[in-house]
């Protein structure tokens, strides 16, 4: 005996949807989960901003915001960051200072062009004082050999003479807040502009002086790419 019911075997009068009525339903649930996750990209983009040099700073919709890569690496430059000095006349200076030889004043009679000297000045901190020290160099004005270098240091009465070196060839300045003498060597035959080797002499500040607390010697190469071979150092 048969019973009574739908053609697919189910209750009579409640029949099974069919299979081509049931696929549009699936595909409204595909499109709703491939819809919101186009909503959810659009919304990531949004919290997203471009530099004008193409990285991308994460904004709120960001699990983790990225700064944005500074534009320069350096750092511009301040009014505060330089030091801060009164420009002394070097020339007036090492001309009235009896401590100054008479070859050094000889070179300063007259200038080598125009109105041009050849002495250059450097202000920097070497003592502790407030105001910057002022280290001198004065140089021939034939082949710029340094023929005296000096610290001035000012005081209740002007500047006054703390370092000086005449010994030629010399050159002061300043390395990591400390005075640096270096004086170049040659060889027997060597021209004035290609010197063998540099010895270099650091000094410091303390109870009112300069003393030379490091030293090294460095021999150039000779093989004319301006490379040393080595610093070597030496024992006071």
Avoid at 69 to 80: E, I, Q, V, W, Y
Avoid at 114 to 136: N, Q, R
Wanted: with cysteine; hydrophobic share 30%; charged share 25%.
């Amino acid at each position: 005996m048969t019973r009574g019911g739908g053609a697919d075997g189910g209750p009579a009068g409640k029949k099974r949807p069919a299979a081509s009525s049931r696929l549009p339903a699936t595909l409204w649930r595909m499109a709703g989960t491939a819809l919101a996750g186009i909503a959810a990209i659009a919304l990531l983009l949004a919290g997203c901003e471009t530099t004008g040099d193409g990285v991308r700073s994460e904004g709120s919709a960001a699990d983790s915001p990225v700064p944005a890569r500074p534009r320069s690496a350096t750092p511009t430059p301040s009014p505060s960051s330089s030091v801060a000095y009164k420009k002394v006349d070097a020339r007036a200076l090492l001309r009235k200072d009896p401590a100054v030889g008479a070859e050094v004043k000889k070179t300063l009679a007259k200038p080598c062009t125009a109105d041009e000297y050849p002495i250059d000045v450097t202000y920097a901190s070497l003592t502790g004082d407030k105001a910057p020290d002022v280290i001198i160099n004065v140089m021939t004005c034939a082949d710029s050999v340094g023929i005296g270098s000096y610290v001035y240091r000012k005081g209740g009465k002007g500047y006054e003479n703390v370092f000086s070196n005449e010994q030629p060839p010399v050159y002061a300045g300043v390395n990591k807040g400390e005075l640096e003498i270096t004086k170049q060597t040659y060889g027997t035959g060597d021209a004035v502009c290609c010197p063998t080797g540099e010895d270099v002499m650091t000094y410091h500040w303390a109870k009112d002086r300069f003393k030379e607390y490091a030293r090294y010697h460095t021999d150039y190469s000779k093989t004319g790419d301006g490379t040393d071979t080595g610093a070597t150092p030496s024992e006071d």
